[in-house]
Each structure stands twice: as structure tokens, then as C-alpha cells.
């Protein structure tokens, strides 16, 4: 359970920030090497590598280096601890309300 | 185009802080008046409005007063933003893997 916690931290830390989701967004039309990610963005080469460390230990970004060049490319782990925690609070949220239908719906006993 | 990248931007920022999504998690059990939100958290009232504020303006939560009592609400409108997000990012880099898988397939024309 803390463990989980832990994931779901991570995860909308990483998301909570606009640079970070950029990068998301531009590894979900493929991979690319850090250097080319990090050209359009206005920022120090570091800067870039800071954020790919917390995506990456987020679990929504995986990075290989072969030779020289080190590659990042979208890991969708990530992306599925956020979805899981947004599902469960609309599912207890809709369940709630189902509850609540049912006894509205319900027949006055008093 | 900007009004959605606002949007998503307020959106994930609440969501980046462990106590707004505590207060998330909490609501989406049902409606709660302030203070009974504050009660359990280490922080104080002044603190947890704040944060109220900042989960009312990315449309995650809705806050109504009736006489002296301030309730809160989850809003699913928020969550449908951050969900949405996030199944394009899966969907752009699903529709690549299919491609991919497909010029595996092809026949090699060399």
C-alpha cells in the first residue's frame, strides 16, 4: 500500500510540472535522443537531464545510453498509475451517486 | 487550443501537491463541510482554504456556502481533463507501436 502510494507521488510530481509534461507529450510521438529533446526547449542541457531523472524514476520515462547518445522513450507504467488513481476517485465518486439515486428512488417509509 | 493547455495545466498542478490529492481522495467519498476536511490534516484552516482555492480553479472541486457552512464537492470536470491527457499520450504512442508493428510485417522489398 505505501509502496503504491509512494508510485502515485512520484507520478503526479513529475506530472505536475509543464516542462515535464512537454517531454511526455513529445516521447509519446517516439523516441528521441536528449540532445534533440532538449533543442526546442529553453533550458540548460542539466536542466533537461534533472527532469528526465524524476520522469524517470516516476516510471513514465525510460533512457538508454548506447555508444555516446542516450536515447528516452515513453514508458506507459507510469501513465497507468495516474490513470488508476483518477479511476478509482470517479468510480467512488459515481458509486456515491448511485447510492444516492437509488434512495431518492426509493419509496417515503416515514 | 491555449484555453485546454490552461485548463490542463491547472489541472495537473493541483494534482501535483500530496495534500490537494489527499483532499481529492477524501471528497471522492462524498461531500464534506470545510472544517471537518481540515480536522484530520497537520495544517491550518488558512492552509487548507488555499488549497480549496487552487482545486476550485482547476475545476477539480466545488465549494458552496450556506449560511455559515462552506461544503465541498469533488468535480468530475477536472479529473475528465487530466484523463483525457493522459489517454492521448497512451494513444499517440499505442497508434506508433502499431505502426512499427506493421513495417515488422511487411515483407522486406530490399
Same mark, same amino acid.
Given at each position: ?7 502515485? *507521488?512520484? !507520478? ?8 515535464? =509534461?512537454?517531454? &511526455? $507529450? ?7 535522443? &536528449? /540532445?534533440? #529533446?532538449?533543442?526546442? #526547449? ?5 536542466? &533537461? &537531464? %534533472?527532469h528526465l ?5 516516476? @516510471? #513514465?520515462? =525510460?533512457?538508454?545510453?548506447? @555508444? =555516446? !547518445? ?8 507510469? #501513465? /497507468? !498509475?495516474? $490513470?488508476?488513481?483518477? *479511476?478509482?476517485?470517479? /468510480?467512488?465518486? $459515481? ?5 444516492? @439515486? %437509488?434512495?431518492?428512488? $426509493?419509496?417515503?417509509?416515514?
Open positions: 500500500m505505501h509502496v503504491q502510494q509512494a508510485a502515485i *507521488d512520484r !507520478v503526479f510530481h513529475a506530472l505536475g510540472d509543464p516542462t515535464r =509534461r512537454a517531454i &511526455v $507529450e513529445k516521447l509519446s510521438e517516439g523516441p528521441i535522443t &536528449v /540532445s534533440r #529533446l532538449a533543442k526546442p #526547449l529553453d533550458m540548460t542541457l542539466a536542466a &533537461v &537531464v %534533472q531523472q524524476i520522469l524517470e524514476k516516476s @516510471g #513514465l520515462v =525510460r533512457t538508454e545510453k548506447v @555508444g =555516446r !547518445v542516450r536515447t528516452c522513450r515513453i514508458e506507459p507504467k507510469g #501513465l /497507468s !498509475v495516474a $490513470e488508476r488513481w483518477i *479511476d478509482e476517485r470517479r /468510480s467512488l465518486w $459515481e458509486k456515491r451517486l448511485d447510492r444516492l @439515486g %437509488q434512495l431518492l428512488a $426509493e419509496p417515503d417509509v416515514n
